[in-house]
């Protein structure tokens, strides 16, 4: 089926760094999430993108967030500061129109 | 208050059985219930997926059985393999296309 790629699959970073994660989406799709996962519970939802803006986030995505897709090229979440709450295995999907969402492998960020 | 549940955190069956996930939601907007299938160190990916206007969906050995009044749907995995072996999350949206709320997800064991 359709492929999305993220990169890098793993990170570790201190605390109060900055962590850009890259998202290269399946190459018609539309519409861009990000999910969150932390170990051994559920995923959540983080945040949506559409045609260059946000469309829903939740309350996990907080202000040290943000997303954007420069260029058409990768879909990134950048999380400047980070915390220690923030190491988790982050999820990104897409999706051609309101339809089936594709998910990534993920990337597992530790927080130190 | 998970809005998604799984009410088996694990199961196993044996290879030819038939597995039953369950699964029940809260939101009675939710009306897309797609199940998601993963492996270790993979993101999710779609397996088969069912909208409220419908009571059954089947695909090969896949099935979801739905029952709206009852808020509850079940994934039947038929004649069990041991490469079925996997975490599957039931997760549901408002419409196609909108955020995903996951379910907790149902570590499958098929022995051989």
């Known amino acids: 089926g359709p492929k999305v790629l993220q990169i890098p699959s793993h990170q570790i970073i201190d605390m109060g760094q900055m962590v850009t994660l890259n998202c290269d989406p399946v190459?018609?799709?539309?519409?861009f999430y990000w999910y969150k996962q932390i170990l051994g519970q559920q995923m959540e939802f983080l945040v949506n993108?559409?045609?260059?803006?946000?469309?829903?986030k939740s309350k996990l995505f907080k202000d040290q967030f943000s997303v954007e897709r420069p260029d058409g090229s990768y879909f990134t979440l950048k999380i400047q500061p980070t915390a220690l709450e923030d190491s988790a295995v982050y999820f990104c999907?897409?999706?051609?129109?309101?339809?089936?969402?594709?998910f990534g492998p993920g990337t597992r960020l530790l927080v130190l | 208050q998970q809005q998604v549940r799984q009410s088996s955190q694990s199961l196993t069956v044996w290879e030819g059985e038939t597995a039953i996930l369950n699964c029940s939601y809260e939101n009675s907007a939710f009306d897309y219930f797609p199940w998601y299938q993963q492996f270790p160190g993979e993101g999710p990916a779609l397996l088969i997926a069912i909208r409220s206007v419908s009571d059954k969906k089947e695909d090969g050995r896949f099935t979801i059985f739905f029952n709206k009044r009852e808020k509850n749907l079940s994934l039947h995995i038929k004649d069990s393999q041991p490469g079925d072996s996997a975490t599957y999350f039931c997760a549901a949206s408002a419409n196609a296309g909108a955020k995903l709320t996951f379910g907790g997800g149902t570590r499958l064991t098929v022995r051989p």
């Open positions: 993108f559409y045609n260059g803006k946000v469309m829903e």
């Open positions: 999907a897409s999706s051609l129109l309101k339809d089936t969402q594709y």
């Open positions: 190459s018609n799709h539309l519409y």
